[in-house]
């Protein structure tokens, strides 16, 4: 497992040489990869659903109680064996949808790595390792979204999925946090062994609510599935992938996951309940007033995604027609994305009302749309069908009729949602409409897709076995024993389900009308800048205006602390350094001390130059004009380098010395430069300027005589003096302090140094440039 | 800064820059048991390219470094970094100081070790930062 994660992640790392070799044929070779991690899973199918796991553990954070910890188990082979097989045919059909784009090497990258994750947070035993690889698919996605990046839109939607799983994460890593303090441990295999965790502690609780956040966010539920629609903008092999097929499933997986912590919870059926039925019934109200039929599957998948976790807050009872459900929807979903990318690919078009006629324009795509959308509507003998037949037992054995009549709304709208997708082949020919070659990729890879799909309900038999341990990870028991059967003879289930799939049909056919209802609440675009309809109380206005509140917020704080005023800012480090330090300086004890060293160490060259010190200060404050003033501050520095020298500190007096003769040196380039030099502040400023100025003396003044006071038990510079000589070979202590016992420290100056000459460089350039510009 | 230009100054400058930038090396080098070092040294040099700008031009002061003073900057610091690193080949902990003692004839010990190249990236950083901005002003 680690090998497969590294060699994925290898291949991200060379895609972009791979992609400058081999152009599109990259595609081939990520496929080959892919294919061959599909069938080292499916060989492990037979173990696994025996019951065995395979576990491997990596070192890596043992300080912190963290490894890289892998497990297979069955709810984990269930996702990786969706992951790589449609990893394999989403690289193929990349061949022939992308071509050979310019950022084509970006898009493998993006694309291998969000794999990586994906797998890695379907194998992870170890939450951190969990988290990390959860956060690594949003990187990715926020790549893969804004690959067209000359499109605003794409940008946009790149940014909100960005921010809206990012901010489920958040509240996910504390979820898990909290969940390794209630139970001691980072591993999931050890929690989980645990069993249910006590419902009354606070801490499960909150825990709870925030990994469904997490979930929440991921899988796109009420209210934050605005995303996944709008993540359309990502190209078509993207959209079939992450965002129907696995990534979005990874909210679904972790709730799964968690199941046997959390299920005995008293919130958990209620909300998880809530939630999915919520998610599932505006998903399906949503899909079918689209136009374009990106949006309108996306919508379906809110939808059915919704659906899941509502399967999920059953427990035990759901847990079959869970897997179920996981298993054809990635399959059949995924397969009705690629045809729509095909669509498009042909005609240029993907909404409803511009395409028309396909079945005479391109016989061959119309095919392959039929055999998808049999499979999508969940016509016998699909696994679409075998699932849903498995959801209605499910919910009508419960004789809840809120559930029932959820689940079965639900049903109708993502039934519907790929009956509409047949719309194009018939109907009146749109005038311009035309077709041209498709690769082979682009038909091979829905074809096979949805074939399986199509076929799945007859080998539905075999698969019991996989199902069983994938329900044993979900209910965290021992293997239950599932029958599955493809024909359960005439039930009211099927009576139902045949019910679903005529009135499906029959909305599909009356879409036009329900078209022009979508377009009166302005449902069919993505939301405008000026919000109509239902855009205008729907939750991605409150996402935008909270955005904008955000933006806001930080351009005032900028304005208020970053105001350009190099007065004020200087006022603001004085005013802090006076109340901080001064409170503890008033605060020490030691203020006065009982000895003030001996007047007698002064003598009368140290009074001169403190008297030159005071009169040069006096008088670059009085100046009048600007070289008068630059003297003065020169006497002044070369003065205090005096001062530094006569008590023992050459090195500091050396560079006092160089500072000020470069300051001068650098005032001078400047000095016709700046402005006249007159005197702007009020005499009341100048005044509150004064204060100021001789209050920070002060209390520097009183600092430097509390930390003569203050003897500290053992001193440090007593300690460098010694070891000077023996351990750095120096015998400038100041020198071996910079550069031996220091260094680190240095090392951080001198980098401070260079990013601000890099500063002076950057802005004087652009300034320059500008003036150049203009001129 | 052709107004400044004095023949004075010119022929000053023509002796004394060389000079300055030979005693900050010299400041470099004893740095380690006298007062100096790279900080000093550093300041130094720039002073004597300095006064290069100031008695004759920027160009020349630039023609005379030879590289881009940002590149210096850079130099530098790669230099300071990688002083670090051979402690670490001997699993001490980064940046710890290592010695060679050298014997010359007549009885001269020469002890060379990673500070002194850590010194000489701060010597170049600084020469380099203050050039940077020194030239920015000057040909604004």
Redesign the interface.
């Known amino acids: 497992m680690l090998i497969g994660l590294l060699v994925l992640s290898v291949l991200a790392v060379i895609a972009p040489l791979g992609v400058r070799l081999l152009r599109r044929r990259f595609g081939y070779l990520a496929a080959l990869v892919s294919l061959v991690l599909l069938v080292w899973y499916a060989s492990l199918l037979p173990s696994i659903s025996r019951g065995d796991e395979r576990r491997e553990v990596l070192s890596w954070l043992p300080t912190l109680g963290s490894a890289v910890a892998l497990r297979l188990d069955g709810l984990a082979l269930l996702f990786a064996l969706l992951i790589t097989g449609i990893g394999t045919l989403v690289a193929l059909y990349t061949v022939g949808y992308l071509e050979d784009h310019p950022r084509l090497a970006r898009f493998w990258v993006s694309l291998l790595l969000f794999q990586t994750a994906m797998l890695g947070i379907v194998l992870a035993d170890d939450m951190i390792v969990l988290f990390v690889f959860w956060e690594l698919t949003s990187v990715a996605s926020f790549f893969l979204i804004g690959f067209a990046e000359e499109r605003a839109r794409a940008r946009m939607s790149a940014q909100q999925a960005f921010l809206v799983t990012a901010v489920g994460g958040l509240g996910l890593l504390v979820g898990l946090l909290l969940l390794a303090k209630q139970t001691g441990s980072f591993r999931l295999s050890e929690i989980l062994a645990q069993g249910p965790l006590p419902a009354g502690e606070i801490l499960v609780t909150s825990a709870f609510i925030l990994v469904l956040l997490g979930a929440a966010t991921k899988s796109a539920q009420v209210p934050f599935h605005f995303w996944l629609p709008n993540a359309m903008e990502a190209p078509t092999p993207v959209s079939a992938y992450l965002h129907s097929a696995t990534m979005v499933k990874a909210g679904v997986y972790l709730l799964a996951r968690l199941s046997p912590v959390f299920s005995a919870h008293p919130w958990w059926e209620p909300s998880l309940v809530a939630l999915g039925g919520l998610t599932a019934l505006a998903g399906a109200l949503l899909t079918v007033p689209q136009r374009d039929l990106k949006r309108l599957l996306a919508y379906s998948t809110v939808s059915a995604l919704g659906l899941l976790i509502l399967l999920l807050g059953l427990g035990e009872r759901g847990a079959k027609a869970f897997t179920l459900f996981v298993l054809a929807h990635a399959l059949y979903k995924g397969a009705a994305f690629l045809v729509a990318g095909a669509i498009e690919h042909a005609t240029g078009q993907r909404t409803l009302d511009t395409l028309g006629d396909l079945r005479r324009v391109t016989p061959l795509l119309a095919s392959t749309v039929a055999i998808v959308v049999l499979a999508a509507a969940g016509l016998p003998p699909s696994a679409g069908f075998v699932a849903k037949e498995t959801i209605l037992g499910v919910t009508l054995q419960q004789r809840l009729p809120p559930v029932v009549l959820l689940t079965s709304l639900a049903l109708i709208g993502q039934t519907a949602a790929a009956w509409l997708v047949l719309r194009p082949l018939f109907g009146r020919r749109p005038a311009h409409l035309h077709a041209h070659e498709l690769h082979w990729t682009l038909l091979a890879c829905p074809i096979l897709l949805g074939t399986t799909a199509l076929v799945g309900g007859i080998v539905a038999p075999a698969f019991a076995p996989l199902v069983s341990a994938v329900t044993a990870s979900v209910l965290g028991t021992t293997l239950p024993m599932y029958e599955l059967a493809f024909w359960h003879g005439v039930t009211v289930e099927l009576g139902v389900s045949m019910l679903i799939i005529v009135t499906a049909a029959a909305l599909a056919v009356a879409w036009p009308r329900l078209i022009r209802l979508g377009d009166r609440l302005a449902l069919t675009e993505p939301l405008a800048d000026r919000p109509r309809g239902l855009g205008r109380i729907g939750f991605e206005r409150l996402y935008h205006t909270g955005v904008a509140g955000i933006v806001r917020l930080g351009t005032q704080q900028t304005r208020l602390l970053q105001n350009g005023y190099l007065r004020i800012y200087i006022t603001t480090i004085v005013v802090t350094a006076l109340l901080l330090v001064g409170a503890t300086v008033l605060r020490t004890p030691y203020l006065w001390p009982s000895s003030l060293p001996s007047w007698s160490l002064v003598d009368v060259v140290d009074i001169l130059l403190v008297l030159i010190i005071l009169v040069s200060s006096l008088a670059a404050v009085r100046a009048t004009e600007r070289l008068a003033a630059i003297a003065a501050l020169g006497a002044l520095g070369f003065c205090l380098a005096l001062l530094y020298a006569r008590f023992g500190a050459p090195d500091l007096a050396i560079t006092q010395v160089l500072v000020d003769t470069l300051t001068v040196v650098l005032l001078v380039f400047a000095f016709y430069r700046l402005p006249r030099y007159a005197r702007l502040s009020s005499t009341r400023a100048r005044f509150r300027d004064a204060v100021l100025a001789a209050a920070f003396g002060a209390m520097m003044a009183a600092f430097a005589l509390a930390t003569q006071a203050f003897r500290y038990s053992e001193r440090i510079s007593a300690y460098f003096a010694e070891q000077a000589y023996p351990l750095a070979h120096g015998r400038n202590v100041v020198n071996v302090i910079l550069v031996d016992f220091r260094a680190l420290d240095t090392l951080g100056e001198i980098t401070v140094l260079a990013l601000a000459a890099l500063g002076v460089a950057a802005l004087l350039a652009r300034r320059s440039r500008r003036r150049e510009g203009s001129a | 800064m052709s107004t400044l230009t004095s023949i004075i100054l010119r022929t000053a400058v023509r002796w004394i820059s060389p000079l300055l930038l030979l005693f900050s090396v010299f400041?470099l080098l004893r740095?380690?048991?006298?007062?100096?070092?790279?900080?000093?040294g550093g300041?130094?040099a720039?002073?004597g390219f300095?006064l290069l700008t100031?008695g004759y031009s920027v160009r020349t002061a630039q023609r005379v470094l030879r590289i881009e003073?940002?590149s210096l900057?850079?130099c530098?610091?790669v230099l300071?970094?990688l002083s670090?690193l051979p402690s670490l080949l001997t699993g001490q902990p980064?940046?710890t100081?290592l010695?060679i003692d050298i014997s010359l004839p007549g009885n001269v010990v020469l002890?060379l070790?990673t500070?002194?190249l850590?010194?000489v990236?701060?010597y170049l950083?600084?020469i380099?930062?203050?050039l940077?901005?020194?030239f920015?002003?000057?040909?604004?």
């Open positions: 400041l740095g380690h048991h006298e007062p100096g070092g790279g900080f000093s300041l130094i720039a002073t300095a100031f003073p940002l900057t850079a530098g610091l300071a970094l670090g980064f940046l100081g010695w002890e070790g500070p002194l850590f010194d990236g701060v950083a600084v380099g930062a203050t940077t901005m020194l920015e002003f000057a040909e604004e």
